[in-house]
Each structure stands twice: as C-alpha cells, then as structure tokens.
C-alpha cells in the first residue's frame, strides 16, 4: 500500500479497543471492505496482514483469531492455509428429497457439479416415456 492509501485505511479504524475495528464499509459477512486508488475493492483485514505480517495470495485464508471479522488488528490475524471451498448444505445431505440413499451407484454427478439420485432420474425417465407413448398413442388412433 502506497502511503496515502495506508493514512485513508488508517482513518477507517477505530483503535479504542483490543481489537481494531473497521468503521467504513462492511460487506455482508461482516468484513471490512477498502475501495483500491485502482477501483478494485480488497478486505480490510486481508490488507492489513498484508501490510504488517506478510504477502497473502488469493488462496490464503486469513482468520480472526479474537473472532470478529471487522477486525483489523496485525496481531489478532493469522493466516490458515489454502483455501477450501464451504461445503453446502446439498453437499452434506446423505440421501435425495425422496429418502433414496446417495451411494456411488445410485449418483449422478451433473456437469455443473450438483449430484442427482440415480433412482430418481430413471423414474423420471420412465414417467417421461410413459408420456411420449400416451401421446403417440392418442394422436395416431381412429
């Protein structure tokens, strides 16, 4: 950070307390949110580990060790690896929206990631079929 954008960023926390707190903009999670000279915007406390502690790659997780997120404070942030994708809840879930069990035969990985039960995508399927047939049916009699 250049010298000007440290006084602003510096102008923006609040040090009264044991933990230094972001008084500008919060993003919804609860971090503090400083708007470059470039335009671009970057956490508050991913900057100041930055500044006092050390380089932060786009993967490094910075975590709050006093566990307050508008804090700011060099000493109250660590850095805790790679990052991990959150796992959601669709991710924890053991079985589909109609009870059958996701198993490695009975799940389809979808291109975009999302699993499908098995079971579920036959029986839809063979309700798909049933109509095709039903129609045809209709449509060709005398």
Known sequence: MDDATLKRFWSK????GDCWLWTDSL?????GRLILPSGRSQYAH????????GAVTASVVIAHLCGRRACVRPEHLRDVGAYSPPRTKTTRRTACRRGHVYTRRNTVSRPNGKRQC?????EANRRWRS???EKDGSAGGD
């Open 27 to 31: 993003v919804t999670q609860g971090y």
């Open 46 to 53: 991913r900057l100041a580990y930055a500044h006092y502690v």
């Open 118 to 122: 098995r079971t579920c995508l036959y």
């Open 13 to 16: 926390v609040d040090k009264s």
């Open 131 to 133: 109509a095709i047939k």
